[in-house]
């Protein structure tokens, strides 16, 4: 015999204090399963176009069975001290670029450091020295990039002694940048206001303990 059992909930702001936590906790564990990076993503695709790098692509299938391209970006983080992001590309002298990041990003620093960083190194090798980028192994961080670099010089001159160190080093704090902006935007995605905000906006309601229900 069917039964009919009535529950009252409640938004997340009509909760105690008590109860809210435990709702952000369960928006936390499942509500950032959508690609929350993507901002983040984008940004640095224009920024790994301003500094010279062409980042590759990998061919992804959607849930509806569509194929596009992606970059070549990957982050796992944050929490283990392994957690790091890293890149697939291919590097090459962008005149210009010094002075473009600024533009894009007047207020970065270490965005300008690391511009000036491939400018210098560039120039003592006649601004011919190119880089290949792949991501090996299981794990996603700076350290898991090898990174391959040579000069194109017509007349076969050989890479200063600093160049590999140098724009290896460079490309490597690029990566550490993007995972900084990562950790940061998770970081807010996942603070109390933003949750909150999150909670009332998708009208989740729940029990008066913070389970979700309804």
Not at 139 to 166: C, F, K, L, N, W
Request: include cysteine; charged fraction near 25%; glycine fraction near 8%.
């Amino acid at each position: 015999m069917s039964r009919v059992i009535s529950t009252t909930v409640y938004l997340s702001d009509e909760l105690s204090e008590s109860a809210r936590e435990k709702a952000r906790s369960w928006y936390c564990e499942g509500g950032l399963e959508y690609d929350w990076y993507s901002d983040v993503y984008e940004d640095f695709i224009l920024i790994c176009n301003i500094l010279g790098i062409r980042l590759n692509t990998r061919t992804v299938t959607t849930t509806g069975g569509r194929y596009h391209e992606k970059a070549c970006i990957w982050f796992s983080g944050f929490w283990s001290q392994g957690d790091g992001a890293c890149f697939e590309g291919h590097y090459r002298y962008q005149p210009g670029a010094a002075q473009n990041i600024r533009q894009h990003a007047p207020q970065d620093e270490e965005l300008h450091r690391i511009a000036d960083e491939l400018q210098a190194i560039q120039q003592r090798n006649l601004w011919q020295l190119q880089a290949d980028i792949q991501h090996q192994g299981r794990y996603y961080h700076e350290y898991s990039m090898h990174i391959t670099v040579e000069r194109d010089s017509p007349t076969g001159q050989q890479a200063t002694d600093d160049a590999d160190r140098v724009l290896s080093d460079a490309l490597r704090d690029l990566a550490r940048w993007l995972y900084q902006q990562l950790e940061t935007q998770y970081d807010w995605l996942t603070s109390p206001e933003a949750v909150d905000e999150a909670l009332i906006a998708g009208g989740y309601t729940f029990t008066e303990t913070g389970q979700r229900f309804g």
